[in-house]
C-alpha cells in the first residue's frame, strides 16, 4: 500500500492556499495547514472544504502557528512529516509594508528562514515551494525572466528578495528540494479585498447595489501582468513534482495597466469610471514598480504550463462573483467562461 502523501501550507487561509488545498485534496493528498490564531474567524475561503475533526476521512487538518515562532514551526514540522511544504504565508500587501517594514521583513523574509532551518535539521526528505514575486524585479527592464535581476522597490519585495535567496541557498548549500515559484499578478474571486482588482469589483458590485457611490484609488498606469489563480496554484503542484529543484517564473506574457483594469470592469458592468472613480494620493506608494511582464518560456517548457484565462475573461469573473456576492445578478458572461475553459475544474465555486 502506497503511503498517502501530506502537505503542509503556510497562508492556508489566504487566496492561494485556499485554492492550493482544494488541488492537493482532488489528488487525494492529506493537507494541513498554518493559521493564525485571532479572535475571529478568517477561514472563510476554506469553508467549501473544511468538515470537522470528528468526521470520519477528514483529509484537511488546521494547526495554529506563526512565522515568527521558529519552536511552533518545529512543533508541527515534526508532527506531521510532510513530503511537500508550500510556503504562501507572508505580510503580503505592498503598500501596507510601507508602513510595517520591520513587521514585513520579519514574517516575510525570516520567516522563510525559520521555516527552511526546521526543515534541515529535521533530516526529512520534504521538498519546498517558495512564494516569491514579480514584486522582486522593481524597476527591472521587462519583460522578466529567471534570469533578469532583482531590483525591489518596496520592503515587501526585498524581504521576497531575501526568502528567494534563502531558498536558493539551502538548495545549493544542503542539497534540499527548494524551488521558487515567482508569480506575477494572480486573481480571483479570493483576492483580498485591499488590492486594487478585488477592490474595484467589489466597489462596482456595491455601486450597482445602491450601497457605495465613491471608488478611491492610487496610480493607475502602473502595469502588470495579471493571471486567473487556481491556475498559478497547480504551477506550484507541478513545480514540486519535478525531478530537480528549480526557479520558475509564472505569468501570462501580457501586461495591462490599473487604468485598463478598471475601464474593462466598469464597462463591463455598463458604468462610467468618471462619475464614480477619485483619486486618494494615500494609496501611492513612496516608490513605484511601473511595468511588469512575465517571460513564461521555462516554466512553458519544463511546467507544460498553458494559462487559459487572459485579461479581459478574469475581469468578467471576478466582476460576476462579485455581483453574486452582493446578492445581485450577475451578468453571466464571467461564468460562461469559467464553464467553457473549465469544465471538470477541481476548485469549489466562489
Not at 256 to 263: G, K, Y
Amino acid at each position: 500500500m502506497v503511503d498517502m502523501k501530506k502537505a503542509l501550507i503556510t497562508g492556508i487561509t489566504g487566496q492561494d492556499g485556499s485554492y492550493l488545498a482544494e488541488l492537493l485534496l482532488s489528488k487525494g493528498y492529506e493537507v494541513h495547514g498554518i493559521m493564525r490564531r485571532a479572535s475571529t474567524f478568517n477561514t472563510a475561503r476554506l469553508d467549501g472544504i473544511y468538515r470537522d475533526y470528528h468526521e470520519e476521512g477528514v483529509k484537511l487538518f488546521l494547526h495554529y502557528g506563526d512565522l515568527s515562532d521558529s519552536e511552533q514551526i518545529s512543533n508541527i514540522i515534526y508532527n506531521i512529516e510532510p513530503s511537500e511544504v508550500y510556503h504562501l504565508g507572508a505580510q503580503s500587501h505592498v503598500r501596507v509594508s510601507f508602513d510595517t517594514p520591520t513587521y514585513t521583513g520579519d514574517i516575510t523574509a525570516l520567516g522563510t528562514t525559520r521555516l527552511l532551518e526546521v526543515i534541515r535539521r529535521s533530516k526529512l526528505q520534504i521538498r519546498f515551494y517558495q512564494a516569491s514575486s514579480s514584486e522582486m524585479f522593481g524597476t527591472a527592464a521587462p519583460p522578466q525572466s529567471e534570469k533578469t535581476p532583482f531590483e525591489p522597490r518596496s520592503p515587501y519585495a526585498c524581504s521576497k528578495v531575501y526568502a528567494y535567496w534563502m531558498a536558493k541557498n539551502y538548495r545549493d548549500g544542503y542539497g534540499m528540494f527548494a524551488s521558487n515559484g515567482i508569480l506575477f499578478n494572480h486573481e480571483s474571486p479570493r483576492r483580498g479585498q485591499t488590492f486594487v482588482t478585488r477592490k474595484i469589483t467589489r466597489a462596482i458590485a456595491a455601486i450597482l447595489a445602491g450601497r457605495q457611490s465613491a471608488l478611491y484609488l492610487g496610480n493607475l498606469e502602473a502595469k502588470r501582468d495579471w493571471g486567473y489563480a487556481p491556475e498559478y496554484v497547480e504551477a506550484m503542484w507541478r513545480i514540486l513534482q519535478l525531478k530537480k529543484p528549480g526557479d520558475y517564473v509564472l505569468g501570462t506574457g501580457e501586461t495591462h495597466s490599473v487604468r485598463e483594469f478598471l475601464e474593462a470592469a466598469f464597462s463591463y458592468a455598463n458604468l462610467d469610471p468618471k462619475k464614480h472613480v477619485k483619486i486618494d494620493k494615500r494609496y501611492f506608494r513612496p516608490t513605484e514598480v511601473d511595468y511588469l511582464i512575465a517571460d513564461p518560456s521555462k516554466a512553458r517548457k519544463d511546467l507544460g504550463l498553458d494559462l487559459k484565462v487572459k485579461f479581459d475573461g478574469l475581469v468578467k469573473i471576478m466582476v460576476d462573483a462579485d455581483m453574486r456576492a452582493a446578492g445581485l445578478r450577475p451578468i453571466g458572461k464571467g461564468d460562461k467562461i469559467l464553464e467553457d475553459l473549465f469544465p471538470k475544474r477541481w476548485w469549489s465555486a466562489d
